[in-house]
């Protein structure tokens, strides 16, 4: 009771504990970002071999968020628990591996980073209430989202369809909008992108984006409402444009390469997040 008492009647406590709870969080969405879709694509192959009456693999060891340790993708040393300090192991190893100095991705302390700074901004956006709760969950999920689908181009369903029945769940509390809301924003969030997402084939024959999109956009109707979901549109059509034309311009993409769009939804929904009520104003002007 102490610390709880303690966080509720001071701000700043309450932000540095955010943040480095962020810190450990983002160490763990680092193994979430590069095992969930490793562990995705081993049932994809086991199901297929099922299909097709193959016979099973037995000599590979099964993949899990836990299991095996962590190692070294270029040595296979063992990770320990002194080389994975959120940020400050990266620093002090200078950014290579403690065995072999191969270079470690910058994803990994950028992650981190990430999402210390995102759960700190929920600390100071929503003090120590229900709301922050729930804002830290969104965050660490639209975070570990955008790496995803940045490293793979998946929204994997095992994170946008529970993050979406959150949303829903936490209407009946009114915790950011109510029931009737959320779930008209949920629908109308999966069938907006939907129906563009069949147009756009219609007239082109190509497919524009993923439906792993469709029920992120439905996830954050969920937790803010219809109302929210033009200015997410929005929000995310505007960072994805100026993102795609710089990468034309700069590291020479050509116009039909494929460009994840669920990063710029997830930055839309964490903007809608902060300073929804803000922008909602700009959007919808009384």
């Not at 210390?116 to 901004?121: E, L, Q, Y």
């Not at 084939?201 to 109707?221: C, I, R, S, V």
């Not at 997830?266 to 902060?274: D, E, K």
Request: glycine share 10%; hydrophobic share 50%; proline share 6%.
């Amino acid at each position: 009771m102490a610390l709880t008492d303690a966080l509720a009647s001071s701000p700043t406590l309450l932000i540095i504990v955010a943040a480095l709870l962020g810190l450990l969080i983002g160490s763990f969405l680092n193994v979430v970002a590069i095992r969930l879709p490793q562990m995705m694509e081993a049932t994809w192959k086991r199901d297929s071999r099922s299909m097709l009456d193959l016979p099973e693999v037995t000599d590979q060891p099964k993949l899990s968020l836990m299991s095996p340790p962590s190692t070294c993708p270029s040595c296979g040393g063992r990770i320990r628990a002194w080389h994975n300090l959120p940020v400050i192991s990266w620093l002090l190893l200078r950014g290579r591996c403690a065995y072999c100095k191969a270079a470690i991705s910058p994803q990994y302390p950028l992650v981190e980073l990430a999402c210390g700074v995102m759960s700190a901004v929920c600390a100071w956006r929503f003090g120590w209430s229900p709301q922050l709760a729930a804002a830290l969950v969104m965050s660490w999920s639209l975070l570990v989202l955008t790496v995803i689908d940045l490293r793979t181009q998946l929204l994997p369903d095992d994170i946008t369809l529970p993050l979406m029945w959150l949303g829903l769940l936490l209407s009946v509390f009114e915790i950011f909008v109510g029931a009737h809301t959320s779930i008209v924003g949920a629908v109308l969030g999966y069938l907006s992108l939907w129906s563009i997402y069949h147009v756009f084939k219609l007239l082109t024959g190509k497919e524009g984006m993923g439906y792993g999109d469709f029920k992120l956009l439905a996830a954050l109707g969920a937790w803010f409402g219809a109302e929210r979901l033009p200015m997410i549109i929005l929000l995310s059509s505007l960072v994805g444009a100026v993102i795609g034309i710089g990468l034309m311009l700069f590291r020479g993409r050509d116009r039909s390469s494929a460009i994840a769009f669920g990063p710029y939804l997830a930055g839309a929904g964490w903007i809608t997040l902060i300073w929804g009520q803000s922008l909602g104003q700009l959007f919808l002007p009384h």
